[in-house]
């Protein structure tokens, strides 16, 4: 009988527990869509849309990284598929929306992840990620080679056009609410799924892959699974970004941006859902500030430096060191 | 080292040791003394703090407070490599082979700190199972092989005082005895052995002194002649 | 009527990548000498400067423009480099009514197919790079071509003009192999060349490339086996840090160069007190052009971007950069090139002393006619 | 004149010579990347940056002292690789036994540090260092023209190879580097000084990376990011060849120059993308490279 | 359905570069028995259990259940036919607590796992089975403690319970009692006879004692090869067992065990 009631006891304590961090998660939630709906007042709206974009890109790399322990060196492909399929579509059919557009760039990187993801899939660590990185400097060759891309000198005047025929969007604010709509709905979606069954079993293969496929897990459709989610996420980004700035480039494809968005997922904080946004607005507005200042030629080095500071000093990114504190001082 | 050789010289001392992993407390002030040639064990439930009492004299745990001294020298500032030159040898709980390195060279590997070690041949006569897999990769050997490699590893080393996590596990019975037989042959030679044992039964006949822990600290120590009477004692301890 | 009362120019360059010595910080210097030379002020309003790196990045470049030109009035865009950075910013640029001059980009396209009515090509192109270079060394009998071309948009045009201007003058292009870009090892491809057998081994592409081929070339011995070298677009610090010694007797075109005349060594002494190099065409460029932009902002009154460019295409530009360079409606402009030829160590007196200018190639020469122009400004009339 | 596919022999036999050159390159860097990885367990991201170090010393060097370029030979990687064990004391040993990316992010924040504050003392042009005199010239060997310097090139770059893969899989001290990599922690509790051993082997890695700059210094442009983009091709040799394979490294170098420079001639445009196409192959076909331990 | 073997293998080899470690095997594993696999170190018993769950794949032989020839299935797949084995070296995913440890084993039953649009509070209605199993094992208290935290015969408990929890056809089990208190070792005994009713369960055991309580038949291994098959009692009066395997201890093992 007594083991009864502490089992019961034990359960709702658990219970509550996971009741009071939904509610946790419910006002950081509302915290951040608030912040993010009265940001334009206070930022430049085209600078908060980069910021987005590319925490849209990392919140979709860290479901890989942080969640399903797969370490992608080849994100990149996804944001310029993404991107320069939408640019072209927009840019060369008027018929297109903007929308459709969108849809489409998504659609495009959804089905290269899934090329990339069932070569890859069955690798195994850092050979997991040298073939992503591998795969990916074979879709930077083709980008630089297809004569649609405008090659070195990118695609230009992509039109951003109206949304479901009626917002014009070349009004800043109205792009950013769009924008703002697509973020977070990428965002939610990550969210639920790294809590639903499915998230559950990415943990388990992230902690431990025999011991998942022994419980009768076939790890490898699990692994794809969550890969081409995350490169359609990542095709989003890109897709969104090309209407935002009206270009789609090479610096998309190149692996200096695989790797950016790692760094901005890291120094954010993996495995937790708000450490790559504020990873990429972290790493966005520094880059942006130095750029303008007086240290402009100092950028890298000091980029550097913070990558290094963070390894060394806060392991765990930003917002899993601020995790790790309110832990720590409140029980 | 006329010193070390009087028998009741004391090889290891440890005095209100306490042990962290991080943020938890593991070790509550733990007092210990083995004479030069004893072999004492440490008993107690899972998770009572035996294993970690091993690592904290080898200086691998998180951080650890109080005093440690070997052969009357403190080492709670030594590296973990400078304590093994004083002539320890550590078998550690999961045995820790190389998986990279062969049987041989996980053998060899250990650097001979004292004079007096077992040699090759005794090694494989004692283990023949290991001759017989010598070339194969440390990562290929069954559970049970492993757990001979890493014995016989500290064997040839030469230490002279042992501290001994586990070691009869996952080993067949047979070979069990024959390890029971090598530790009396170890202790006719001076060694000092510190052992935890999950097989009392083992245990029980080998050991001079036995230390029961639980949380964290010695609640208990019996000494080979009191066990008969502190039995029912040390049932209610390990929860037999 | 000049807005806010200040003229506010911002300098967008690379500062720290691949293309950050021939513009650069030292861009920002030339720029800021310019402004003081001016007197710092315009009929009265103040002269501002702001400054970024652009990273090579079209979008960074993008955001940063945006916001200087709808939150921060910025009137003038300066530097410019990248070539995908300036059709980006000319972009935005022709959406918000400001002016760009470009003074760092050598696609000649960028003020082609890519002109807008809101910016300048100020110092080169490719164009008169290849004519420059190629018609004197065919002139001179170099009949069969090797091309080396850099794999992207940039080498393709180089290209092009070359083929071009070789087959007008009467020689033939034997081979063209492009090469990925970049690249650190260049001796298959100067292997390939010697094999071809082409009087002239001519380089399209720039930078630490071609800096690279010039070393491996001469490693293998490809002068003194009777063929020529041709670098298409050199700048005084590649050719600087190759040195006289493996660079001399290449053929190149430029805009400038420091020491051209008395003009040009007083401006390029004082840059040189002030940056601790020699300035490049580019940094020359960037000079000129802010001067000539003040000049019409102070003759206009306004820093209207239509009224001054008007005005800038209306007055022959006259200084130490160019003589009777004209700005065409297609926003190039149009001044002399010179062909210049590196010395050998025993001609070259200083660290800097490094070109001997061989032929003056006029303007009209130099740059594509308006006749063959695909710009919308020039077609539309 | 025998022709395949329309290139004549004497062509591809002198691309094949130029191929094993170029791959002497990767071969040295490759194999101090692999000797990092097998060893420390560290994605070495710096790599390229030490690279280029070793170059920048070398020139540096004969600049402010006029240090030969034997003695630079010599001195270039002994100056990096006291830096790399420098960094590996203050710095890379704080992440030991961490995640494989802690130690690429704290890597590749080191490169980016030391390129960026190289590029703003020296600029992006290049520094000029001219070939040692005993160098200037070379033999006609028929096919080619074949300069000295680059014959000599192949003889040390494959000298220091065959001595560091004699030292890790032969002796002693190779075993103890080996072992402490899967237990550091145990090897200090048998008595092995480990800590003191893994900064020796970051700097010996370092080494030859900073070797192979100097060796690049008289025929590359030296600049501060000569290395960058040398980097991610040869993180994909080591990976073709197996991570931690010491071997195969140095294997997969020469063989990856050949490749290389055979693709020089047939399709030129591809060749900066084809180790990227051979590595996707080779490890769809062998998942862990081509030398490599199966997991 | 009928067979009363339930899993069966014929002629099973399994060799490594030249190293023969399993060698003609027959097994046959009677439905609803306590079959229990014992003999020397290195004998192979490790390398059946994973020829059996297809972490390797066999030289030559044939694997059947229930009849059913799985000798070419793929792991995952030989575990949802309802064939499970726990590891020798603990293996569980180290930062779920134990509760999720479970509750991730019984989840791979509901089918829904791929649903990634699926809210994570529907697994919620899994706990009452987890604390269930949790409280079999003597785990109730630590239901919510990550199991990184806990001591290493914990973790055993914990693996033993989640393999529970796939309620699975045949168990195999691999040294289950390796590692534990005598305490413990008792409760494993009694788990695994709980858990035994209606299934089949082969199991690797070092522990005498626990094998002659729990198991109905004992096969013995050695060199890769079967050397003796029958009851315990048959077995350890075979002294070819006893010079190999058992040695002078079994006497008194069983005594201490009785
Ligand atoms: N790396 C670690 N981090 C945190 N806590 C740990 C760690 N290792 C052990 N512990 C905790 O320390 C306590 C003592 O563990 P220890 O391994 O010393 O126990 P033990 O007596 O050897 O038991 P066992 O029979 O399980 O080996 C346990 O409660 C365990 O949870
Ligand atoms: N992958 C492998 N490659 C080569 N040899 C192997 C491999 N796996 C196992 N072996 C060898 O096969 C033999 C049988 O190993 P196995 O693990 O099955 O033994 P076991 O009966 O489980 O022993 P234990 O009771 O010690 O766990 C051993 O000698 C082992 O060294
Ligand atoms: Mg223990
Ligand atoms: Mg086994």
């Given at each position: 009988?007594a083991?009864t009631?502490?089992?019961?006891d034990?359960?709702?304590?658990?219970?509550?527990?996971q009741?009071?961090?939904?509610?946790?998660?419910?006002?950081?939630?509302?915290?951040?869509?608030?912040?993010?709906?009265?940001?334009?007042?206070?930022?430049?709206?085209?600078f908060?849309?980069?910021?987005?974009?590319?925490?849209?890109?990392?919140?979709a790399?860290?479901?890989?990284l942080?969640?399903?322990?797969?370490?992608?060196?080849?994100?990149?492909?996804?944001?310029?598929?993404?991107?320069?399929?939408?640019?072209?579509l927009?840019?060369?059919f008027?018929?297109?929306?903007?929308?459709m557009?969108?849809?489409?760039g998504?659609?495009a990187?959804?089905?290269?992840?899934?090329?990339?993801?069932?070569?890859a899939?069955r690798?195994?660590?850092?050979y997991?990620?040298m073939?992503?990185?591998?795969?990916?400097?074979?879709?930077?060759?083709?980008?630089v080679?297809?004569p649609?891309?405008g090659?070195?000198?990118g695609?230009?005047?992509?039109?951003?056009?109206?949304?479901?025929?009626?917002?014009?969007?070349?009004?800043?604010?109205?792009?950013y609410?769009?924008?703002?709509?697509?973020?977070?709905?990428?965002?939610?979606?990550?969210q639920?799924?790294?809590?639903?069954?499915?998230?559950?079993?990415?943990?388990?293969?992230?902690?431990?892959?025999?011991?998942?496929?022994s419980l009768?897990?076939?790890?490898?459709?699990y692994?794809?699974?969550?890969?081409?989610?995350?490169?359609?996420?990542?095709?989003?980004?890109g897709?969104v970004?090309?209407?935002?700035?009206?270009?789609?480039s090479?610096?998309?494809?190149h692996w200096?941006?695989?790797g950016e968005?790692?760094?901005?997922t890291?120094?954010?904080?993996?495995?937790?859902?708000?450490?790559?946004?504020v990873?990429?607005?972290f790493?966005?507005?520094?880059?942006?500030?130095?750029?303008?200042?007086?240290?402009?030629?100092?950028v890298?080095?000091?980029?550097?430096?913070i990558?290094?500071?963070?390894v060394l000093a806060?392991?765990?990114g930003?917002?899993g060191?601020?995790?790790?504190f309110m832990?720590?001082?409140?029980? | 080292?006329s010193?070390?050789s009087?028998?009741?010289?004391?090889q290891?001392?440890?005095?209100?040791?306490?042990a962290?992993?991080?943020?938890?407390?593991i070790?509550?002030?733990?007092?210990?003394?083995?004479?030069?040639?004893?072999?004492?064990?440490?008993?107690?439930?899972?998770?009572?703090?035996?294993?970690?009492?091993?690592?904290?004299?080898?200086?691998?745990?998180?951080?650890?407070?109080?005093?440690?001294m070997?052969?009357?020298?403190e080492?709670?500032?030594?590296a973990?490599h400078?304590?093994?030159?004083?002539?320890?040898?550590?078998?550690?709980?999961?045995?820790?082979i190389?998986?990279?390195?062969?049987?041989?060279e996980n053998?060899?590997?250990?650097?001979?700190?004292?004079?007096?070690g077992?040699?090759?041949?005794?090694?494989f006569?004692?283990?023949p199972?290991?001759?017989?897999?010598?070339?194969?990769?440390g990562?290929?050997?069954?559970g049970?092989?492993?757990?001979?490699?890493?014995?016989?590893?500290?064997?040839?080393?030469?230490?002279?005082?042992?501290?001994?996590?586990?070691?009869?596990?996952?080993?067949?019975?047979?070979?069990?005895?024959?390890?029971?037989?090598?530790?009396?042959k170890?202790?006719e030679?001076?060694?000092?052995?510190?052992?935890?044992?999950?097989?009392?039964?083992?245990?029980?006949?080998?050991?001079?002194?036995?230390?029961?822990m639980?949380?964290?600290?010695?609640?208990?120590?019996?000494?080979?002649?009191?066990?008969?009477?502190?039995q029912?004692?040390?049932?209610k301890?390990l929860?037999? | 009527?000049?807005s806010?009362?200040?003229v506010?120019?911002?300098?967008?360059?690379?500062?720290s990548?691949?293309?950050?010595?021939?513009?650069g910080?030292?861009?920002l210097?030339?720029?800021?000498?310019?402004?003081?030379?001016?007197?710092?002020?315009?009929?009265?309003?103040?002269?501002?400067?702001?400054s970024?790196?652009?990273?090579n990045?079209?979008d960074?470049?993008?955001?940063?423009?945006?916001?200087?030109?709808e939150?921060?009035?910025?009137?003038?865009?300066?530097g410019?480099v990248?070539?995908?950075?300036?059709?980006?910013v000319?972009?935005?640029?022709?959406?918000?009514?400001?002016?760009g001059?470009?003074?760092?980009?050598a696609a000649?396209?960028?003020?082609?197919?890519?002109?807008?009515?809101?910016?300048?090509?100020?110092?080169?192109?490719?164009?008169?790079?290849?004519?420059?270079?190629?018609?004197?060394?065919?002139?001179?009998?170099g009949?069969?071509?090797?091309?080396?071309t850099?794999?992207?948009?940039?080498?393709?045009?180089?290209?092009?003009?070359?083929t071009?201007?070789?087959?007008?003058?009467?020689?033939?292009?034997?081979?063209?192999?492009?090469?990925?870009?970049?690249t650190?090892?260049?001796s298959?491809?100067?292997?390939?060349?010697?094999?071809s057998?082409?009087?002239?081994?001519?380089?399209a592409?720039?930078?630490?490339?071609?800096?690279?081929?010039?070393?491996?070339?001469?490693?293998?011995?490809?002068?003194?086996s009777?063929?020529?070298?041709?670098?298409?677009?050199l700048?005084?610090?590649?050719?600087?840090?190759?040195?006289?010694?493996?660079?001399?007797?290449?053929q190149?075109?430029?805009?400038?160069?420091w020491d051209?005349?008395?003009?040009?060594?007083?401006?390029s002494?004082r840059?040189?007190?002030?940056?601790?190099v020699?300035?490049?065409?580019?940094?020359?460029?960037?000079?000129?052009s802010t001067?000539?932009?003040?000049?019409a902002?102070?003759?206009?009154?306004?820093?209207?971007?239509q009224?001054?460019?008007k005005q800038?295409?209306?007055?022959?530009?006259n200084?130490?950069?160019?003589?009777?360079?004209?700005?065409?409606?297609?926003?190039?402009?149009?001044?002399?090139?010179?062909l210049?030829?590196?010395?050998?160590?025993?001609?070259?007196?200083?660290?800097w002393d490094?070109?001997?200018?061989?032929?003056?190639?006029?303007?009209?020469?130099?740059?594509?006619?308006?006749?063959?122009?695909?710009?919308?400004?020039?077609?539309?009339? | 004149?025998?022709?395949?596919?329309?290139?004549?022999?004497?062509?591809?036999?002198?691309?094949?010579?130029?191929?094993?050159?170029?791959?002497?390159?990767?071969?040295l860097l490759?194999?101090?990347?692999?000797v990092i990885?097998?060893?420390?367990?560290?994605?070495?991201?710096a790599?390229?940056?030490?690279?280029?170090?070793?170059?920048?010393?070398?020139?540096?060097?004969?600049?402010a002292?006029?240090?030969?370029y034997?003695?630079?030979?010599f001195?270039?990687?002994?100056?990096?690789?006291?830096?790399?064990?420098?960094?590996?004391?203050?710095?890379?040993?704080?992440?030991?036994?961490?995640?494989?990316?802690y130690?690429?992010?704290l890597t590749?924040g080191?490169?980016?540090?030391?390129?960026?504050?190289?590029?703003?003392?020296?600029?992006?042009?290049?520094l000029?260092?001219?070939?040692?005199?005993?160098f200037r010239g070379?033999?006609?060997?028929?096919?080619?023209?074949?300069?000295?310097y680059?014959?000599?090139?192949?003889?040390?770059?494959?000298?220091?190879?065959?001595?560091t893969?004699?030292?890790?899989?032969?002796?002693?001290?190779?075993?103890?580097?080996?072992?402490g990599?899967e237990?550091?922690?145990?090897m200090?509790?048998?008595?092995?000084?480990?800590?003191?051993?893994?900064?020796?082997?970051?700097?010996?890695?370092?080494?030859?990376?900073?070797?192979?700059?100097?060796?690049a210094?008289?025929i590359?442009?030296?600049?501060?990011?000569?290395?960058?983009?040398?980097?991610?091709?040869v993180?994909a040799?080591?990976?073709?060849?197996?991570?931690g394979?010491?071997?195969g490294?140095?294997?997969?170098?020469?063989?990856?120059g050949?490749?290389?420079?055979?693709?020089?001639?047939?399709y030129p445009?591809?060749?900066?993308a084809?180790?990227?196409?051979?590595?996707v192959?080779?490890?769809?076909?062998r998942?862990?490279?081509?030398f490599?331990?199966e997991? | 359905?009928?067979?009363p073997f339930?899993?069966?293998?014929?002629?099973?080899?399994?060799?490594f570069k030249?190293f023969?470690?399993?060698?003609?095997?027959?097994?046959k594993?009677?439905?609803?028995?306590i079959?229990?696999l014992?003999?020397?170190?290195?004998?192979?018993?490790?390398?059946?259990?994973?020829?059996l769950?297809?972490?390797?794949?066999?030289?030559r032989?044939?694997?059947?259940f229930k009849?059913?020839?799985?000798?070419?299935?793929?792991?995952?797949?030989?575990?949802?036919?309802g064939?499970?084995?726990?590891?020798?070296?603990?293996?569980?995913?180290?930062?779920?607590t134990?509760?999720?440890?479970?509750?991730?084993?019984?989840?791979?039953?509901?089918?829904?796992?791929?649903?990634?649009?699926?809210?994570?509070?529907?697994?919620?209605?899994?706990?009452d089975?987890c604390?269930?199993?949790?409280d079999s094992?003597?785990?109730?208290?630590?239901a919510?403690?990550?199991?990184?935290?806990?001591a290493y015969?914990?973790?055993r408990?914990?693996e033993l319970a989640?393999t529970?929890?796939?309620?699975?056809?045949?168990?195999?089990?691999?040294?289950p009692?390796?590692?534990?208190?005598?305490?413990?070792?008792?409760?494993?005994?009694e788990?695994?006879?709980?858990?035994?009713?209606g299934?089949?369960v082969?199991?690797?055991?070092?522990n005498?004692?626990v094998v002659?309580?729990l198991c109905?038949?004992?096969?013995v291994?050695?060199?890769?090869?079967?050397?003796?098959?029958?009851?315990?009692?048959?077995?350890?009066?075979d002294?070819?067992?006893?010079?190999?395997?058992?040695?002078?201890t079994?006497?008194?093992?069983?005594?201490?065990?009785?």
């Amino acid at each position: 009988m007594a083991t009864t009631t502490t089992q019961t006891d034990i359960q709702q304590s658990i219970v509550k527990q996971q009741k009071a961090e939904q509610r946790k998660k419910q006002i950081l939630n509302l915290v951040l869509l608030a912040l993010l709906l009265l940001a334009p007042a206070v930022f430049y709206p085209v600078f908060l849309m980069k910021i987005l974009c590319f925490a849209l890109f990392a919140v979709a790399l860290n479901l890989l990284l942080g969640y399903t322990g797969l370490l992608s060196f080849g994100h990149a492909a996804f944001l310029a598929a993404g991107s320069y399929t939408t640019g072209y579509l927009l840019s060369s059919f008027p018929g297109v929306t903007t929308e459709m557009g969108i849809v489409v760039g998504t659609a495009a990187s959804l089905v290269l992840g899934l090329g990339f993801g069932l070569v890859a899939i069955r690798r195994q660590g850092i050979y997991f990620a040298m073939i992503t990185l591998a795969l990916a400097q074979l879709v930077y060759f083709f980008f630089v080679q297809a004569p649609f891309t405008g090659g070195e000198d990118g695609m230009h005047g992509v039109p951003r056009g109206y949304l479901f025929g009626m917002v014009d969007l070349s009004d800043n604010t109205a792009m950013y609410y769009f924008v703002l709509a697509v973020f977070l709905a990428g965002y939610l979606l990550v969210q639920r799924i790294v809590g639903s069954p499915f998230g559950q079993v990415l943990k388990a293969i992230k902690q431990n892959e025999p011991r998942a496929v022994s419980l009768g897990y076939n790890v490898d459709r699990y692994k794809l699974m969550a890969f081409v989610l995350s490169a359609g996420l990542a095709g989003l980004a890109g897709s969104v970004k090309t209407v935002v700035f009206q270009l789609a480039s090479l610096n998309d494809a190149h692996w200096h941006m695989s790797g950016e968005v790692i760094l901005m997922t890291l120094l954010g904080g993996t495995g937790t859902l708000l450490g790559p946004v504020v990873g990429a607005g972290f790493v966005v507005t520094l880059e942006y500030q130095l750029s303008q200042g007086p240290l402009g030629d100092w950028v890298d080095p000091i980029l550097g430096a913070i990558f290094v500071l963070t390894v060394l000093a806060f392991r765990s990114g930003i917002v899993g060191e601020i995790q790790n504190f309110m832990r720590k001082n409140m029980g | 080292m006329s010193q070390a050789s009087r028998r009741d010289y004391e090889q290891l001392r440890i005095d209100g040791l306490h042990a962290f992993y991080g943020e938890s407390h593991i070790l509550h002030g733990i007092n210990i003394e083995v004479k030069r040639g004893e072999l004492v064990t440490l008993l107690g439930r899972n998770g009572a703090g035996r294993s970690t009492t091993l690592k904290a004299i080898m200086n691998m745990v998180g951080r650890r407070t109080g005093s440690i001294m070997i052969n009357g020298e403190e080492t709670m500032s030594c590296a973990p490599h400078h304590i093994a030159r004083l002539g320890v040898g550590y078998c550690p709980e999961h045995r820790g082979i190389f998986s990279g390195l062969n049987v041989m060279e996980n053998l060899t590997l250990p650097p001979v700190v004292r004079s007096g070690g077992l040699g090759l041949e005794e090694i494989f006569s004692m283990f023949p199972n290991l001759y017989e897999r010598r070339a194969s990769q440390g990562s290929k050997l069954s559970g049970g092989e492993q757990q001979m490699l890493a014995m016989a590893r500290i064997l040839r080393t030469g230490a002279n005082m042992l501290l001994l996590d586990e070691i009869t596990e996952g080993l067949a019975p047979v070979i069990v005895e024959k390890l029971g037989d090598v530790l009396v042959k170890l202790k006719e030679k001076g060694l000092t052995i510190v052992l935890v044992e999950q097989n009392f039964h083992f245990a029980a006949p080998l050991a001079d002194r036995h230390y029961v822990m639980e949380h964290g600290q010695i609640v208990e120590e019996i000494s080979a002649g009191e066990l008969e009477s502190k039995q029912s004692m040390l049932d209610k301890y390990l929860g037999v | 009527e000049i807005s806010n009362d200040t003229v506010k120019i911002g300098y967008l360059a690379d500062m720290s990548g691949t293309y950050r010595d021939l513009a650069g910080p030292n861009g920002l210097t030339a720029l800021e000498m310019a402004i003081a030379d001016f007197g710092g002020t315009v009929n009265g309003a103040k002269i501002e400067v702001v400054s970024a790196d652009d990273r090579n990045s079209p979008d960074s470049a993008s955001s940063t423009v945006r916001r200087w030109v709808e939150n921060e009035n910025v009137d003038l865009v300066a530097g410019l480099v990248a070539s995908s950075v300036t059709i980006a910013v000319s972009n935005i640029l022709e959406e918000n009514n400001r002016l760009g001059i470009v003074s760092g980009s050598a696609a000649s396209s960028i003020t082609n197919e890519h002109c807008t009515p809101n910016h300048i090509h100020y110092v080169y192109d490719t164009y008169p790079l290849a004519n420059g270079t190629a018609s004197a060394i065919v002139k001179e009998g170099g009949e069969t071509w090797f091309i080396l071309t850099a794999d992207y948009a940039f080498g393709h045009a180089l290209e092009n003009d070359v083929t071009r201007v070789v087959e007008e003058n009467g020689g033939e292009v034997i081979e063209t192999v492009r090469h990925p870009f970049p690249t650190s090892d260049f001796s298959s491809f100067i292997l390939q060349a010697q094999s071809s057998g082409a009087d002239v081994v001519a380089l399209a592409n720039a930078g630490a490339d071609t800096t690279n081929a010039i070393t491996t070339a001469g490693e293998f011995g490809l002068t003194q086996s009777g063929q020529t070298l041709a670098a298409l677009l050199l700048f005084l610090t590649d050719v600087h840090a190759l040195g006289a010694q493996s660079a001399q007797g290449i053929q190149l075109t430029t805009g400038w160069y420091w020491d051209m005349n008395e003009e040009t060594r007083e401006w390029s002494d004082r840059f040189m007190e002030e940056a601790g190099v020699r300035p490049t065409m580019v940094h020359a460029g960037i000079y000129s052009s802010t001067i000539q932009y003040l000049n019409a902002v102070k003759a206009t009154g306004s820093d209207d971007s239509q009224t001054v460019r008007k005005q800038m295409m209306d007055t022959p530009i006259n200084d130490m950069f160019a003589k009777n360079g004209i700005i065409r409606e297609d926003g190039r402009m149009v001044h002399d090139m010179y062909l210049a030829e590196v010395k050998t160590p025993e001609e070259s007196e200083s660290e800097w002393d490094l070109y001997e200018i061989v032929r003056t190639i006029p303007g009209e020469e130099a740059y594509r006619p308006l006749s063959e122009s695909k710009c919308k400004l020039v077609t539309q009339n | 004149m025998t022709e395949i596919l329309g290139v004549p022999v004497a062509v591809l036999s002198g691309q094949l010579m130029l191929g094993i050159i170029n791959g002497s390159f990767y071969a040295l860097l490759s194999l101090g990347l692999a000797v990092i990885f097998g060893l420390l367990k560290i994605i070495n991201f710096a790599h390229g940056a030490m690279y280029m170090l070793g170059a920048m010393c070398t020139v540096l060097m004969f600049d402010a002292f006029g240090v030969n370029y034997w003695v630079a030979l010599f001195l270039a990687p002994v100056v990096v690789g006291c830096f790399g064990i420098v960094l590996e004391y203050f710095l890379l040993r704080r992440i030991a036994g961490q995640d494989h990316i802690y130690s690429l992010l704290l890597t590749f924040g080191i490169a980016l540090i030391l390129q960026g504050v190289l590029i703003n003392i020296y600029g992006v042009s290049g520094l000029r260092y001219s070939m040692p005199e005993v160098f200037r010239g070379g033999m006609n060997l028929g096919f080619m023209f074949l300069p000295y310097y680059r014959a000599w090139v192949i003889v040390a770059a494959l000298l220091v190879c065959f001595g560091t893969w004699f030292m890790i899989e032969k002796t002693r001290l190779g075993s103890y580097l080996r072992a402490g990599t899967e237990d550091s922690q145990l090897m200090q509790g048998f008595g092995i000084n480990v800590p003191l051993l893994i900064s020796l082997t970051y700097g010996f890695g370092v080494m030859l990376a900073a070797f192979a700059g100097a060796l690049a210094a008289p025929i590359y442009s030296v600049s501060p990011v000569m290395g960058s983009n040398i980097l991610i091709v040869v993180f994909a040799v080591v990976v073709i060849g197996g991570m931690g394979s010491i071997a195969g490294a140095v294997i997969t170098g020469l063989m990856m120059g050949v490749v290389e420079g055979f693709t020089k001639v047939f399709y030129p445009e591809g060749s900066a993308a084809v180790i990227f196409l051979v590595m996707v192959v080779v490890l769809l076909i062998r998942p862990s490279g081509l030398f490599g331990k199966e997991a | 359905m009928s067979e009363p073997f339930v899993l069966e293998t014929q002629s099973l080899v399994k060799e490594f570069k030249g190293f023969v470690a399993v060698n003609d095997v027959n097994l046959k594993v009677q439905r609803g028995h306590i079959h229990a696999l014992i003999g020397p170190n290195g004998a192979g018993k490790t390398t059946v259990f994973n020829l059996l769950t297809k972490f390797l794949s066999p030289t030559r032989g044939k694997i059947l259940f229930k009849g059913m020839d799985i000798t070419s299935m793929k792991s995952a797949a030989i575990a949802r036919e309802g064939v499970v084995r726990s590891f020798q070296i603990s293996a569980v995913f180290p930062h779920m607590t134990a509760l999720e440890n479970i509750r991730v084993a019984l989840q791979s039953f509901e089918g829904n796992s791929f649903r990634f649009w699926k809210s994570g509070e529907s697994l919620n209605n899994l706990n009452d089975r987890c604390m269930a199993l949790l409280d079999s094992v003597g785990l109730t208290e630590f239901a919510n403690t990550t199991t990184v935290e806990l001591a290493y015969g914990r973790k055993r408990a914990l693996e033993l319970a989640t393999t529970l929890a796939m309620e699975p056809e045949l168990m195999l089990l691999d040294e289950p009692t390796q590692g534990m208190g005598s305490e413990d070792v008792e409760q494993v005994v009694e788990l695994v006879r709980k858990a035994a009713e209606g299934r089949t369960v082969l199991m690797v055991e070092h522990n005498l004692g626990v094998v002659s309580k729990l198991c109905d038949r004992v096969t013995v291994l050695a060199q890769g090869s079967v050397l003796t098959e029958g009851d315990y009692q048959e077995v350890s009066d075979d002294p070819r067992v006893r010079e190999v395997y058992m040695g002078g201890t079994a006497t008194k093992k069983q005594e201490t065990a009785e």
